[in-house]
């Protein structure tokens, strides 16, 4: 094998690698759509834990806020630790959805460019309140 | 002054008095100098009946060739290691394991969009490198001598042949322990073909110089 020969193997090797790695993970763009999608999965873990408040130790159910905002968050459970930031959506400003469906059941979702892939790639991230990628929601019942 | 100073300018005053090759080689011997040792002091002067002794070229240790061949075999690595990495992280997210930890995919992307980073910077680097050696070399025969080159040539042969052996064996290890996939397998020979490749050029290199020699 010639110096110039195992440049040119080693040249092509990487580049297919290369092409085959920004082919499967994506480019910049998804890059960028990755780092959104983990912020709201991120922020919907959080607003969930705040919302189940297990860490209370009261014995007796809370019932979920009518609506969901800083202020209902610090009656429902007291030092949640819920800033306003974690209630919109980092890329677009929206607020999270809400939904009491019931005095103990809720739903919390967002609005991903691919859920399925935002669980994927996240599940190292163990959430407290199982994550639905068909829906993008976080659903819960308070004990 | 170092034992082998002594002895090469023992081996040069000799010559220059006039003494035979056979001569000083014998009252060395005498003396209780090894056959290596004696070899080494008498290759270091060149057959001819010029007076004074005309030195051989020796190993050289610069400064400018240190960073020159330390760039070059870090390049190396860093290709090397990225180029398995990210085959490997590839595969991963297009052959599914359901035996795979959860976090696998997280991990894979990440690592992939790494080892591409650090390719797009390394590959290049060790291309221009290389190149730039290979011509110094080609224009004089001088920088083949480096001690440092020299020394990260054989490094770089001895960790290649390690991984090469040391994936030959994580395969039987993990045929015995039932995890033959075809994930598993691509990821195996990816590592030996990137440390055999990396094993034969430069053990041509080393030939090379032999030849030169």
């Given at each position: 094998?010639?110096?110039?020969?195992?440049?040119?193997?080693?040249?092509?090797?990487?580049?297919?690698?290369?092409?085959?790695?920004?082919?499967?993970?994506?480019?910049?763009?998804?890059?960028?759509?990755?780092?959104?999608?983990?912020?709201?999965?991120?922020?919907?873990?959080?607003?969930?834990?705040?919302?189940?408040?297990?860490?209370?130790?009261?014995?007796?159910?809370?019932?979920?806020?009518?609506?969901?905002?800083?202020?209902?968050?610090?009656?429902?459970?007291?030092?949640?630790?819920?800033?306003?930031?974690?209630?919109?959506?980092?890329?677009?400003?929206?607020?999270?959805?809400?939904?009491?469906?019931?005095?103990?059941?809720?739903?919390?979702?967002?609005?991903?460019?691919?859920?399925?892939?935002?669980?994927?790639?996240?599940?190292?991230?163990?959430?407290?309140?199982?994550?639905?990628?068909?829906?993008?929601?976080?659903?819960?019942?308070?004990? | 002054?170092?034992?082998?100073?002594?002895?090469?300018?023992?081996?040069?005053?000799?010559?220059?008095?006039?003494?035979?090759?056979?001569?000083?080689?014998?009252?060395?011997?005498?003396?209780?100098?090894?056959?290596?040792?004696?070899?080494?002091?008498?290759?270091?002067?060149?057959?001819?009946?010029?007076?004074?002794?005309?030195?051989?070229?020796r190993p050289q240790l610069t400064?400018r060739d240190a960073f020159v061949y330390?760039?070059l075999?870090?390049?190396?690595?860093?290709?090397?290691?990225?180029?398995?990495?990210?085959?490997?992280?590839?595969?991963?997210?297009?052959?599914?394991?359901?035996?795979?930890?959860?976090?696998?995919?997280?991990?894979?992307?990440?690592?992939?969009?790494?080892?591409?980073?650090?390719?797009?910077?390394?590959?290049?680097?060790?291309?221009?490198?290389?190149?730039?050696t290979?011509?110094q070399i080609?224009?004089d025969a001088g920088h083949r001598r480096s001690l440092v080159r020299k020394w990260l040539t054989?490094?770089?042969?001895?960790?290649?042949?390690?991984?090469?052996?040391?994936?030959?064996?994580?395969?039987?290890?993990?045929?015995?322990?039932?995890?033959?996939?075809?994930?598993?397998?691509?990821?195996?020979?990816?590592?030996?073909?990137?440390?055999?490749?990396?094993?034969?050029?430069?053990?041509?290199?080393?030939?090379?110089d032999?030849?030169?020699?």
């Amino acid at each position: 094998m010639s110096n110039r020969l195992f440049l040119l193997l080693m040249i092509a090797a990487v580049s297919v690698a290369v092409i085959a790695g920004l082919w499967t993970v994506g480019g910049p763009m998804q890059g960028r759509r990755d780092k959104f999608d983990r912020h709201r999965y991120l922020e919907l873990s959080k607003i969930a834990d705040a919302l189940l408040c297990e860490h209370r130790s009261s014995g007796t159910a809370v019932p979920l806020p009518e609506d969901l905002s800083v202020d209902a968050m610090r009656i429902h459970c007291s030092g949640a630790g819920i800033a306003e930031a974690d209630l919109f959506d980092n890329e677009t400003g929206a607020p999270y959805s809400y939904e009491r469906m019931s005095e103990q059941d809720f739903s919390v979702c967002a609005s991903f460019y691919d859920a399925e892939r935002t669980r994927r790639l996240n599940a190292s991230f163990r959430s407290v309140a199982p994550f639905d990628p068909e829906t993008g929601c976080m659903s819960g019942r308070v004990r | 002054m170092a034992t082998n100073d002594i002895l090469t300018q023992f081996v040069r005053e000799a010559l220059a008095l006039g003494n035979s090759r056979e001569d000083i080689q014998s009252a060395l011997d005498d003396a209780g100098w090894s056959t290596r040792e004696i070899a080494e002091a008498m290759e270091a002067f060149a057959t001819t009946d010029f007076n004074p002794p005309v030195p051989k070229p020796r190993p050289q240790l610069t400064a400018r060739d240190a960073f020159v061949y330390l760039v070059l075999f870090t390049a190396l690595a860093f290709v090397a290691t990225n180029l398995i990495n990210l085959i490997h992280a590839v595969l991963d997210l297009i052959l599914p394991d359901p035996g795979a930890e959860a976090w696998t995919d997280g991990r894979a992307t990440d690592r992939a969009r790494w080892s591409i980073s650090i390719l797009v910077i390394a590959a290049p680097v060790f291309v221009w490198m290389t190149l730039y050696t290979n011509r110094q070399i080609h224009e004089d025969a001088g920088h083949r001598r480096s001690l440092v080159r020299k020394w990260l040539t054989y490094l770089a042969l001895f960790i290649s042949a390690l991984v090469f052996l040391g994936d030959a064996a994580f395969v039987i290890y993990s045929f015995l322990a039932g995890e033959t996939t075809m994930r598993f397998l691509l990821k195996a020979l990816t590592v030996a073909c990137v440390s055999a490749a990396v094993f034969v050029f430069y053990l041509r290199d080393v030939e090379a110089d032999a030849d030169e020699q």
